[in-house]
């Protein structure tokens, strides 16, 4: 008990910012930014609520994850580097903490399409479950590797039973019943940095891998094909910095490598690059995110500076970011895409 009890106050010190790192800038430049006007302006929206209406915020952490409910646009989710997990249901006004996950890095998070209460995240080497609203959690796998990282989770939109979960050893692992049981799919012998699922078609999953670029399965990961095998000439894929599918225009992904920008139309059968304001070599893309109303909304962000179109790439407005610190995760809101999040990190 006493255990908790500091493990709790230390959460709370590091998330009212008294945790300083560096200057106070930096002490306080991160947590979560928020746009409704497509980034012409920025506000920070980091507050904590509690019962005695006393202030609270967590300006200091950095993200790693940022997710949002599919069935509920006012629903975001903030994964930060060591200190835990904490929700907003209010679209970011205020924001509380998973208190039963800890302090503890959360790589990744996903929401049932199909039950906003149950939430999966992953964490190092284990895999979480809450289906409370995240009151509270449990473990529903562990693997013996203590340094592995699960990177990446999904969940079935179509059957949510199915839980699909990448690592940085080349694992794809199912669960086929909510996380009781789980199964290894496939490795690929290289890390994955991120696994997505078609939002038209569960059976069509892409996975970037941090050295062996990018793949496709069309058969929920049973077997798959690497894309350099159909892009020999226009797409250098061995360096994938993100990737993000259309939900408005089936076919539709968009991804970032070291090398660029680019789009598809045919889940990936043909890549065309996307011009961007500084030649590519000098642009180094964080993350990217989309309209839900229509791909031809683009949003990127780099170390610096945040990046919109409204013509799917022809023309850019760069702007500079509201921090110091680099800009590093974009989460667009489901029904307004001016409405965009912003996860920021000094130390990734």
């Not at 199909?114 to 409370?132: A, G, L, P, R």
């Not at 670029?213 to 993100?242: C, H, M, P």
């Amino acid at each position: 008990m006493m255990k908790k009890i500091i493990g709790l106050v230390i959460i709370s010190l590091a998330l009212s910012g008294c945790s300083l790192l560096g200057t106070q800038e930096q002490a306080t430049g991160g947590g979560v930014f928020k746009t409704i006007n497509a980034g012409a302006s920025w506000d920070q929206a980091s507050l904590i609520a509690t019962a005695s209406g006393s202030p609270l915020s967590f300006v200091a952490l950095d993200v790693v994850s940022l997710a949002t409910d599919p069935s509920d646009n006012k629903a975001v989710y903030f994964g930060s580097l060591r200190d835990g997990l904490l929700y907003s249901y209010n679209g970011a006004q205020t924001w509380s903490l998973a208190t039963g996950m800890g302090a503890r890095p959360i790589a990744d998070i996903a929401v049932d399409p199909k039950d906003k209460c149950t939430i999966y995240v992953t964490s190092n080497n284990q895999i979480f479950k809450s289906t409370d609203c995240s009151r509270t959690w449990q473990e529903v796998y562990i693997d013996n590797q203590q340094n592995l990282l699960f990177t990446s989770i999904i969940v079935d939109h179509y059957d949510s039973a199915n839980i699909f979960v990448a690592n940085n050893r080349g694992d794809v692992i199912q669960s086929s019943d909510y996380g009781k049981s789980w199964m290894t799919l496939h490795n690929f012998k290289v890390g994955v940095r991120k696994l997505m699922m078609s939002p038209q078609d569960s059976r069509l999953l892409m996975a970037a891998t941090t050295t062996g670029g990018l793949l496709r399965s069309r058969d929920q990961g049973r077997t798959w094909i690497d894309f350099a095998v159909l892009n020999k000439e226009n797409y250098n894929n061995k360096k994938v910095r993100d990737l993000i599918p259309s939900t408005s225009q089936a076919g539709f992904w968009l991804l970032a490598t070291e090398y660029g920008l680019y789009e598809t139309v045919n889940d990936g059968d043909n890549w065309t690059e996307i011009k961007l304001l500084l030649p590519e070599r000098r642009t180094m893309i964080n993350g990217v995110a989309l309209s839900h109303q229509t791909p031809k909304v683009i949003y990127y962000v780099t170390d610096y500076n945040f990046y919109s179109s409204v013509d799917g790439g022809v023309n850019w407005i760069s702007r500079s970011l509201p921090t110091a610190r680099r800009g590093w995760r974009l989460l667009v809101d489901a029904k307004d895409d001016k409405m965009v999040y912003l996860g920021v990190s000094q130390e990734q």
